[in-house]
């Protein structure tokens, strides 16, 4: 028999939700979080939008103006070991999201319980998604399930945690991701990491887990929060050795024992500061957390001090780590030094730590525009960054974005997609921070000198630009654009002489 959904938690949703859910549904991402958030609301879901709102503040941008943000969360599944993924939302979201993930290169399938309004409405939905995960869980393959609620089913209340907790041994994880909650795909992957560091951490209060994969480290670790370029671990393993200690698990992990291994630290490193719900699991387990990443010579400094005392280690200890490094990130950064007016801005997380080793390396940087919210853990960023006279923006919109590009007018625009376009249409030289400024080391000795080379490329690319903007003056714009409100003279001309019998 069909369950009623709307029933769990409020009496009067069956009447009220349908109407609000088709007019959300029908816009998508641009209904408005109005629509969504009265339906989440009606249907019970009060209190997991209070959550958002405390762990994912917004304001002034406060929905998605880049990809689903729901994409986060599937990424990061997608690339865990023995996990499957499956979306319950609209048929055009799940296209568009299974559309990005495999543009992005993931080499398994995205499962998909589909929903129509009935399924939706009598509860059915639920019984699909449940007959899925039993399907699926087969614990030769998987040790995971994750079942991402996209907006729609959030704003129902399609109640994921109704699901068991695990079957025949594979863990179920159900998440809400709807982009009425979670304003960047960043946060989203904080989402689905801070659900699984929750799950991992009550399995290891109560017994024996999984040691991790290569055995545990001899020395205290420190786990590194927020994806980053390969190669950063390995730097931070170097710059942890002098100090006794190594580096850890980079969460969001790769496989699930490696979550355990995550909490088996000596403290936690938010490299990336927005990840609220992981660091609140890294807290409830005791870690302390530090904040900002050893970049640049400034940031490594502080770095080192941070880990060297919430690790108990001697001053002299600290000391003797930073003179091991830092003339050689101050010789790296002179030996590549970097000239110009740059503006940064991206929704990777990542920013404020460009932007600092940008400075660091001589250029004028007077913007930083984040799509990710302001925590207390990215204040050391901030401060230093405010100190050199950089305006840092949290939350940026696209249109902030492109504003300080047309006040500053910069040598070079580091953004995203629209970003660049908008930079590259005035002629200014622009970078995709995604593609190619995430994808370099940032950390160390490795990391003060590996944007000098694209970001010098890019700085001596005007000319190129100049000779491309005069070549093409014009094309597609006014009577080149295509488009006409009128018909254009030549075919006027035309059309007349037809009309006259024409002239030979
Ligand atoms: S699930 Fe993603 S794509 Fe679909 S409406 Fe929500 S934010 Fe937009």
């Not at 560091?197 to 209060?205: I, V, W």
């Not at 200690?245 to 291994?261: D, I, K, N, Q, S």
């Not at 909490?263 to 409830?284: K, L, T």
């Not at 404020?352 to 007077?366: F, H, I, M, T, Y």
Request: with cysteine; glycine share 10%.
């Amino acid at each position: 028999m069909n369950r009623p959904l709307f029933d769990m938690h409020a009496p009067s949703a069956p009447e009220l939700v349908p109407d609000q859910l088709a007019a959300a549904a029908a816009g998508g991402c641009h209904a408005g979080d109005d629509h969504f958030c009265r339906a989440a609301e009606t249907s019970g879901q009060s209190e997991l939008l209070e959550r958002f709102a405390a762990d994912y503040p917004v304001g002034p941008h406060d929905r998605p103006q880049t990809m689903c943000p729901a994409f986060g969360s599937l990424r990061i599944g997608l690339r865990m070991r023995r996990t499957a993924s499956v979306l319950c939302g609209s048929a055009c979201c799940v296209y568009g999201l299974s559309f990005t993930s495999h543009f992005y290169g993931a080499k398994r399938s995205v499962g998909y319980v589909p929903f129509d309004s009935e399924t939706l409405v009598t509860g059915k939905l639920f019984e699909d998604l449940r007959e899925a995960v039993e399907q699926l869980a087969d614990p030769e393959q998987y040790d995971a399930i994750v079942v991402i609620n996209l907006c729609v089913p959030t704003a129902s209340g399609v109640p994921l945690r109704l699901l068991p907790p695990s079957i025949n041994g594979v863990r179920v994880i159900g998440i809400d991701v709807p982009g009425f909650g979670v304003p960047t795909h960043a946060e989203a992957k904080d989402v689905l990491c801070g659900a699984m560091l929750k799950r991992a951490r009550s399995e290891a209060e109560t017994g024996p887990v999984q040691a991790p994969r290569g055995g545990r480290s001899e020395k205290p670790t420190i786990t590194l929060l927020g994806e980053m370029f390969p190669a950063d671990p390995v730097g931070i393993g170097m710059l942890l050795d002098p100090l006794g200690l190594a580096a850890g698990p980079v969460v969001p992990t790769r496989e699930w024992r490696e979550l355990y291994g995550a909490f088996d630290c000596a403290a936690v490193a938010a490299i990336h500061p927005y990840y609220s719900r992981s660091i609140q699991e890294f807290e409830q387990a005791g870690r302390p957390i530090i904040g900002s990443a050893p970049v640049g010579h400034d940031g490594t400094e502080a770095w080192l001090t941070a880990v060297g005392e919430a690790c108990h280690i001697k001053a002299d200890q600290i000391a003797a780590a930073k003179n091991a490094v830092l003339p050689a990130i101050r010789g790296a950064l002179s030996g590549a030094p970097i000239k110009g007016t740059i503006t940064v801005s991206g929704y990777e997380g990542s920013e404020l730590l460009v932007a600092r080793l940008l400075v660091e390396s001589g250029a004028q940087v007077p913007y930083v525009g984040t799509a990710t919210g302001r925590t207390r853990w990215s204040d050391a960023d901030r401060e230093w960054l405010e100190a050199q006279g950089v305006t840092v923006r949290f939350r940026a919109s696209l249109e902030q974005d492109k504003s300080a590009v047309d006040a500053i007018k910069p040598d070079l625009a580091i953004g995203t997609t629209p970003v660049v376009q908008h930079a590259k249409e005035q002629c200014i030289p622009a970078l995709y921070f995604t593609n190619l400024i995430s994808a370099r080391p940032l950390i160390g000795v490795a990391g003060a000198g590996s944007l000098a080379q694209v970001i010098n490329a890019a700085l001596a690319s005007q000319a190129r630009f100049d000779r491309m903007n005069a070549f093409f003056q014009g094309v597609g714009t006014g009577a080149t654009a295509g488009v006409w409100s009128s018909l254009p003279p030549v075919l006027a001309s035309t059309t007349s002489q037809a009309a006259t019998g024409g002239a030979r």
